[in-house]
């Protein structure tokens, strides 16, 4: 069998290969738990491309919907379409609890060094300069799940060194799985960030740490969207850019661009 070359794109936008990074993150992935957006979009791209056999899990209660189109809430069509599946709110939780999901994916306005995610609110919880949506899921995902990615533009004013708000815990503080635990938190903690611009990871300690850009930006571009002392890996890695065949699929599941942009 005659292996087909890689043909890659350069006209892709920052929302695709974001798409693209969190898919290939999922490449080895049983389950994973993903929020609306951008996560089900990387999870579905994942699903059509190189883990065929991943089973996608949607808030509202579907298990392995296979939609056309990306859903654009939990009460969408797309999130039950060609599902093996349909059950409630209530039982996927209940088994996400139970530990049966490997990975989940989502999303918020800030986060910071130690990985803990913001959704709630800007400013003080009582008198907050923005009140924002919530936890809705997130908050029992990043708890529960095995590997949990974080998928958020790189902005300043989103990574800051202490959120105004935990609604999604990362590693809490220094200490790392340690500090998770002592907290009584059964997941295994945030696994990476994903932007725009680059992917975080977390050393053993629980700190992000720059590991990879994407092509054509520099380490200086992302340093000064980081509000705190950042730490680079000793061997920094360039995403490879996203393929024809990534691209056409995310721009046929989200013809609108309600995601992509």
């Known amino acids: 069998m005659i292996k087909k070359e890689k043909e890659y794109v350069t006209d892709y936008t920052p929302q695709e290969i974001m798409a693209t990074v969190i898919a290939r993150e999922l490449q080895d992935s049983h389950t994973v738990f993903a929020g609306i957006g951008m996560p089900c979009l990387g999870a579905m791209l994942a699903k059509y491309t190189?883990?065929?056999?991943?089973?996608?899990?949607?808030?509202?209660?579907?298990?392995?919907?296979?939609?056309?189109?990306?859903m654009l809430s939990i009460g969408d069509n797309s999130c039950i379409e060609r599902a093996i599946s349909t059950t409630s709110l209530w039982r996927v939780?209940?088994?996400?609890?139970?530990?049966?999901?490997?990975v989940g994916v989502i999303g918020g306005a800030q986060v910071d060094k130690w990985g803990?995610?913001?959704s709630t609110v800007i400013g003080?919880?009582?008198?907050?300069?923005?009140?924002?949506?919530?936890?809705?899921?997130?908050?029992?995902?990043?708890?529960?799940?095995k590997?949990?990615?974080?998928?958020?533009?790189?902005?300043?004013?989103?990574?800051?060194?202490?959120?105004?708000?935990?609604?999604?815990?990362?590693?809490?503080?220094?200490?790392?799985?340690?500090?998770?635990?002592?907290?009584?938190l059964r997941g295994g903690g945030p696994s990476a960030v994903i932007?725009?611009?680059?992917?975080?990871?977390?050393?053993?300690n629980g700190e992000m740490y720059l590991d990879a850009i994407y092509p054509g930006v520099k380490v200086e571009d992302v340093i000064k969207e980081v509000q705190w002392e950042l730490k680079i890996a000793a061997k920094?890695?360039?995403?490879?850019?996203?393929?024809?065949?990534?691209?056409?699929?995310?721009?046929s599941l989200d013809p609108l661009k309600f995601y992509l942009g």
């Open 236 to 251: 920094l890695k360039t995403v490879e850019p996203p393929t024809t065949e990534e691209v056409e699929i995310l721009r």
């Open 93 to 102: 939780f209940s088994d996400m609890q139970r530990g049966f999901f490997d």
């Open 116 to 118: 803990n995610v913001n």
């Open 195 to 204: 932007t725009n611009k680059c992917i975080f990871r977390f050393d053993e």
């Open 147 to 184: 590997k949990l990615l974080i998928t958020i533009p790189l902005e300043k004013r989103r990574f800051v060194e202490h959120v105004d708000y935990i609604t999604s815990p990362g590693y809490l503080g220094p200490g790392g799985p340690k500090e998770r635990r002592r907290c009584g």
């Open 124 to 145: 003080s919880y009582e008198k907050p300069l923005v009140r924002l949506p919530g936890s809705g899921g997130a908050n029992d995902i990043a708890s529960s799940v």
């Open 50 to 70: 190189i883990n065929p056999a991943l089973v996608i899990v949607v808030e509202s209660g579907a298990i392995a919907p296979q939609p056309r189109r990306i």
